[in-house]
T-cell receptor
Framework: TQLLEQSPQFLSIQEGENLTVYCNSS?????LQWYRQEPGEGPVLLVT?????EVKKLKRLTFQFGDARKDSSLHITAAQPGDTGLYLC??????????FGPGTRLSVLP | DVKVTQSSRYLVKRTGEKVFLECVQD?????MFWYRQDPGLGLRLIYF???????EKGDIPEGYSVSREKKERFSLILESASTNQTSMYLC?????????????FGPGTRLTVT
């Protein structure tokens, strides 16, 4: 069974701080997606990483896929209250199904 | 812009009622999925479909059924709603055309069964 773990589970920081959240597995994934979900809404796709070691940047967000394609990280620089939400990672598993991590709930305080 | 829509944002039903949740995508995606999301349990896959009239059980199919008569529409059916089916229901779609396979979600339906 493919599983994804995310850490930390909760994170509360002040506006302007930097942070990193992690997504880890013992399984290899063909690709990995990061989503942000706001309360009462569906997850919104932020990025997909495919190649081991790949780094993608989306404004203040930097995503990295581990060399072995088993883990990923999301780094946010100078966090803003608008970054508040649940961050989910999902790996493309067997048969085009997706395995989701439990999420990191981020709160950025003004 | 990709779009997945769900028929209701909020729904309140009584125990024993038959409930239909509708999902429509306009991206011509082959794959469609139904998840439920509960605090502390994350997203759990109920059913998915690779093509019209095809369906596969996910991790928690008990108490649910699905229907896919048209490529763009995937319906989730609660045959006899129970209070433990109170949850956030999320529909998603993805394409089979090459990779990587990315899922796009609808806004969700918050179902309360009383």
């Amino acid at each position: 069974t493919q599983l994804l773990e995310q850490s930390p589970q909760f994170l509360s920081i002040q506006e302007g701080e930097n942070l990193t959240v992690y997504c880890n597995s013992s399984s290899v994934f063909s690709s990995l997606q990061w989503y942000r979900q706001e309360p009462g809404e569906g997850p919104v796709l932020l990025v997909t990483v495919v190649t081991g070691g790949e780094v993608k940047k989306l404004k203040r967000l930097t995503f990295q896929f581990g060399d072995a394609r088993k883990d990923s990280s999301l780094h946010i620089t100078a966090a803003q209250p608008g970054d508040t939400g649940l961050y989910l990672c999902a790996g493309e598993g067997y048969g085009q199904n997706f395995v989701f991590g439990p999420g990191t709930r981020l709160s950025v305080l003004p | 812009d990709v779009k997945v829509t769900q028929s209701s944002r909020y729904l309140v039903k009584r125990t024993g009622e038959k409930v239909f949740l509708e999902c429509v995508q306009d991206m011509d995606h082959e794959n469609m999925f139904w998840y439920r999301q509960d605090p502390g349990l994350g997203l759990r896959l109920i059913y998915f479909s690779y093509d019209v009239k095809m369906k596969e059980k996910g991790d928690i199919p008990e108490g649910y059924s699905v229907s896919r008569e048209k490529k763009e529409r995937f319906s989730l059916i609660l045959e006899s709603a129970s209070t433990n089916q109170t949850s956030m229901y999320l529909c998603a779609s993805s394409s089979l055309a090459g990779g990587p396979y990315e899922q796009y979600f609808g806004p969700g339906t918050r179902l309360t069964v009383t």
